[in-house]
């Protein structure tokens, strides 16, 4: 029987079809999320694992409330760098990888878990507890880092060496980990700032490791997008557990009118903030980060590093709201005087470089500069004078709502464009002044800055 089809009509199996099929099986069943630099939206499970840390950001405002001394804010705040650290590189992990796919989930169910028995340690971490808060830490940056050079093995090698390096440099800091949990408490503070400093240098270095060689900028392939969002996201949990914390101190105290006047006082402090950080620095982040073409290494700078301070800051300004509702009324103690004026500080400086970093100009905010200037004139006064409690925070209250008003106008229409319609002399030769020096600043500026 002859036929019907002729040698032209012959094709081999396979081709354009077969490799495109196989293409998207092996898609399928990777598990790297595959955004190639787009964007890469939170999951679920990112935002679940994430409820670990808002009970550990809750555990360090407690310890450090009930410990209120320079030793004990110094202890905090490397009980914090530490926390920080695990969920930071934990947000860079599920950048990378699919957080759908089932060993992803069971690797964050996994972190979730060791996290949780992370924070309820904090308290003790400087005392007995030491060596349980070494070793959970060690687990969960060793495990998860030696989990995902497994992950990594057969989907991509040049992030199995980073994760190797990342890994690498967690075993450095690991003896002074391990050192400090034993040693005596005064000797345990240096040893685990020591192990914080080599991890923090990690990134700095591009993990140089010897035998691995170190990370390139190339190995940091991210989702600008996701990053901001994530770490956008950190800002609302810490936000939002001192809103927890004003509800909860306001509810177990008589309800007077000078607790009142401090629980509006702690919330509007809690909404300002918000409002300086999301109404331009987070869009502008996320604006910088998603059209970068170094997206790993702003990440690095603008997230990984900047952000430490913003979140500190909030983290000890709901410990002096809390310190606030106890003693509404008398003179501001030192200790409220120094953890409001500190924690704004912190805050204000942070978000001043982040929206540096994100600027086109390379400029600090002159607003924050000004408020910043503010809040040091107010905590010396209220250190060496007697200011009334809620008077105090209420002066506070005010450099902050004048910075988000000075910033809201500056960035929605301009001072001098705004003065220059009601007529006031000068201001048309003052704008072009501006517009002229900032132009000469962006053509040197040109397309080198990172």
């Known amino acids: 029987m002859n036929s019907l089809v002729g040698p032209a009509d012959r094709r081999p199996a396979g081709g354009i079809g077969a490799a495109v099929a196989a293409a998207n099986e092996r898609a399928r069943r990777s598990l790297l999320r595959g955004h190639g630099g787009g964007h890469a939206p939170v999951s679920n499970i990112e935002l679940f694992f994430d409820l670990v840390f808002v009970f550990a950001i809750t555990q360090l405002s407690h310890t450090l409330h009930h410990h209120l001394s320079w030793l004990g804010l110094t202890e905090n705040v490397v009980l914090f760098l530490a926390v920080w650290w695990g969920w930071i590189y934990t947000a860079w992990v599920t950048n990378w990888v699919n957080p759908d796919r089932g060993p992803v989930r069971i690797l964050l169910l996994a972190l979730m878990l060791v996290a949780l028995a992370l924070a309820a340690a904090l308290p003790d971490a400087f005392a007995a507890g030491g060596p349980v808060f070494a070793g959970l830490y060690l687990a969960f940056q060793l495990g998860r880092s030696i989990t995902m050079c497994v992950l990594f093995r057969g989907e991509d090698a040049a992030r199995m060496r980073n994760m190797a390096r990342i890994a690498a440099w967690f075993l450095f800091a690991a003896p002074l980990w391990i050192a400090g949990a034993l040693a005596e408490h005064d000797l345990r503070l240096g040893l685990w700032l020591a192990a914080l400093a080599i991890e923090y240098a990690g990134p700095m270095t591009m993990f140089q490791t010897p035998g691995l060689g170190r990370s390139t900028v190339a190995d940091w392939d991210i989702s600008g997008s996701h990053m901001a969002e994530r770490c956008s996201l950190f800002i609302i949990i810490a936000l939002g557990e001192g809103i927890v914390v004003t509800g909860s101190s306001f509810a177990d105290q008589p309800m007077t009118s000078g607790r009142i006047t401090a629980f509006v006082i702690a919330f509007l402090s809690a909404a300002l903030m918000w409002w300086l950080y999301f109404d331009l620095g987070a869009q502008r982040g996320a604006r910088l980060i998603s059209g970068h073409e170094q997206a790993g290494r702003v990440a690095r700078n603008a997230y990984t590093y900047l952000h430490m301070p913003i979140v500190l800051g909030v983290v000890i300004g709901a410990v002096g709201d809390a310190l606030l509702l106890e003693t509404p009324s008398g003179t501001a103690p030192r200790e409220l005087v120094l953890i409001q004026t500190g924690s704004a500080l912190l805050f204000l400086g942070g978000v001043g470089l982040f929206k540096r970093y994100a600027n086109t100009f390379a400029n600090f905010p002159m607003s924050h500069i000004v408020a910043i200037v503010l809040f040091l004139v ?52 003052m704008r072009a002044r501006s517009e002229t020096r900032l132009a000469a600043r962006m053509e040197k500026l040109g397309q080198t800055r990172l």
Request: charged content about 10%.
């Open 378 to 429: 107010l905590g010396a006064a209220g250190w060496w004078a007697s200011v009334p409690a809620t008077h105090f925070a209420g002066y506070g209250i005010s450099i902050l709502l004048l910075t988000c008003v000075w910033e809201w106008v500056s960035y929605h229409g301009g001072w001098m464009e705004r003065m220059e319609k009601l007529g006031i002399p000068g201001m048309a030769a």
